[in-house]
């Protein structure tokens, strides 16, 4: 099963972040696909993804409108980068396009 | 400080950090700088905010930062300031729609507001009910049963699914 990694954070860290994860992972699990989305906000990180977890994922999404923790994770893996905005407007359009670009990816073909 | 934030409450319990108080419904008001005045204004009597100036102030200079209205005829301004000294979260719902910057381009009917302490290192658990309260916003079965609120009542179950 394709499995999605993620990030969301927002500029004041209490709206758009968990709006943002909540639309997400509804379009994830609507088109039957894994995620995992880590927020980093006023509350600090919840839901943390483990380097592991990174590892195996065929994707990331890190939703962000400002500088992240633990960047570095995410040096072998393919990010898609987007504002919060555009998770919040077009969730599975975001999630279909990271979708098309794993597979692309894992066919050895750059996206 | 945390009145309804007892060492045995559910801290799962989104609909606890909606206060009543701060719940505005049929607002008429016209435009978006009179129902944030409004809604600051009964942020203001609830104990949320010492100064109704000053956290406006930090609300517009979210608003400067960029859209807030999230598509569907709903906008989510916040505020983070000094002058919020319980965090929390107050909803307007709007007799008619009014102009807000949105994602979609439409009009807002409700608008939820949420005030974030400057320090929030006190404010913690409060702050998970709101992030908590946040994530809601992103449902869209919540969003219609909010939409379609009458009262308080209802405004306060649409969080319940």
């Known amino acids: 099963m394709m499995k999605i ?3 969301c954070a927002c500029t004041v860290g209490i709206a758009h972040t968990y709006i943002a994860q909540e639309k997400l992972e509804k379009a994830a699990k609507k088109l039957g696909y894994e995620i995992h989305l880590e927020t980093q906000g006023t509350i600090g990180t919840e839901n943390a ?16 409108d400002v500088k992240i923790k633990g960047m570095e994770r995410f040096d072998n ?25 794993a597979k692309s990816r894992s066919k050895g073909i750059k996206a | 400080m945390y009145v309804y934030l007892k060492e045995d409450d559910d801290l799962m319990d989104v609909k606890s950090s909606i206060n009543p108080r701060t719940i505005i419904v049929n607002s008429s008001s016209k435009s978006k700088d009179e129902v944030l005045k409004e809604i600051i ?34 906008a989510i301004p916040h505020g983070q300031s000094e002058s919020v000294v319980e965090p929390g979260v107050a909803i307007a719902t709007l007799k008619d729609p009014i102009p ?42 919540v969003l219609a049963s909010l939409k379609s609120a009458k009262n308080v009542q209802e405004i306060t179950a649409a969080f319940e699914n």
């Open chain 2, 41 to 74: 204004h009964s942020m203001h009597n609830a104990g949320n905010v010492s100064s109704e100036e000053g956290f406006l102030k930090s609300v517009y200079q979210r608003e400067s930062q960029g859209i807030t209205g999230i598509g569907n005829g709903v």
């Open chain 1, 77 to 101: 893996i393919t990010k898609i980068t987007v504002p919060t905005d555009i998770a919040i407007k077009s969730p599975t359009k975001l999630i279909e396009k990271a979708v098309e670009v």
């Open chain 1, 5 to 7: 990694v993620g990030v």
């Open chain 2, 100 to 141: 807000w910057e949105s994602l979609d381009d439409q009009k807002t009917k409700i608008v939820v507001l949420f005030a974030v302490p400057d320090n929030s290192e006190g404010a913690k658990l409060h702050l998970q009910l709101l992030a908590q309260f946040a994530r809601k916003l992103g449902d869209d079965d």
């Open chain 1, 49 to 64: 993804l483990t380097q592991e977890e990174i590892d195996s994922a065929d994707i990331s999404i890190l939703a962000i």
